[in-house]
């Protein structure tokens, strides 16, 4: 049984950041996806930031390529993320997944966006932009 618990959400004005932190207690597979999804009010859940477990691909929504960094510390077994040039459109809660979402294409895992290909869910926290 994995569980995960999200800290590092907050209020922040247009044009911040912050770092997400996702810690991973139990067992971990390996070539498997973490990483975090988003739901504001009225909205799906959508993919925003996915890592393989060995740190060999990443997935980015559009809407935060290139402001959004997902990273990883396997000795903590803990997953970030760093969020720049934060818009008010990012405001949501920020879900922590892990245990799902790899897909492979030809020999190399990459990892979906889907929130119902992942087993486990942190409790979300919320990120606020004004």
């Known amino acids: 049984h994995v569980q995960l618990v999200e800290s590092g959400g907050g209020s922040v004005q247009a044009g911040g950041s912050l770092r997400l932190s996702c810690a991973a207690s139990g067992y971990i597979t390996s070539s498997n996806c973490m990483g975090w999804f988003r739901q504001a009010p009225g909205k799906e859940r959508e993919g925003v930031a996915l890592?393989?477990?060995?740190?060999?691909?990443?997935y980015y929504a559009d809407s935060v390529k290139g402001r959004f960094t997902v990273f990883q510390d396997n000795a903590k077994n803990t997953v970030y993320l760093q969020m720049n040039s934060l818009k008010p459109e990012d405001t949501a809660m920020y879900y922590c997944?892990?245990?799902?979402?790899?897909?492979?294409?030809?020999?190399?895992?990459?990892?979906?966006?889907?929130?119902?290909?992942?087993?486990?869910w942190g409790q979300g926290t919320q990120v606020t932009v004004s």
């Open positions: 890592i393989t477990t060995g740190g060999a691909s990443t």
């Open positions: 997944a892990a245990e799902g979402g790899r897909r492979w294409v030809g020999s190399a895992a990459v990892c979906s966006g889907l929130a119902y290909e992942y087993s486990y």
